[in-house]
């Protein structure tokens, strides 16, 4: 029904800036929140930032408010993730994922895992000292 790949991700020097992507194909994620995790070797997977449908509310994990930036464009059925001042812990394999269904009116309840059905590949960001 929906199907999401991710994109953007590479090696970077402490302080610089990526810019991941996330194009849906599919069934529209229009009217549903969407979300970024990432994942570290040995780590569990973690919540990084997640957006209302709209685009008009956002959530951020403490430990990249303020240097990342989750935004999307319904018409490209697109979302991204901005990334800044990157730091040598922000090395990750870094997911996109939607929910199977919207229910809830805050992307405050989409920080966890389990609130979310379809995940895509994965995207390596590696960032050296």
């Known amino acids: 029904q929906v199907q999401l790949v991710e994109s953007g991700g590479g090696l970077v020097q402490a302080g610089g800036s990526l810019r991941l992507s996330c194009a849906a194909s599919?069934?529209?994620?229009?009217?549903?929140?969407m979300g970024w995790f990432r994942q570290a070797p040995g780590q569990e997977r973690d919540f990084v930032a997640a957006i209302s449908w709209s685009g008009g509310s956002t959530g951020y994990a403490d430990s990249v408010k303020g240097r990342f930036t989750i935004s999307r464009d319904n018409a490209k059925n697109t979302i991204y993730l901005q990334m800044n001042s990157l730091k040598p812990e922000d090395t990750a394999l870094y997911y996109c994922?939607?929910?199977?269904?919207?229910?809830?009116?805050?992307?405050?309840?989409?920080?966890?895992?389990?609130?979310?059905?379809?995940w895509g590949q994965g995207t390596q960001v590696t960032v050296s000292s």
């Open positions: 994922a939607a929910p199977r269904t919207s229910t809830y009116s805050s992307v405050t309840y989409y920080t966890a895992g389990n609130e979310y059905y379809y």
């Open positions: 599919g069934r529209t994620v229009s009217r549903r929140p």
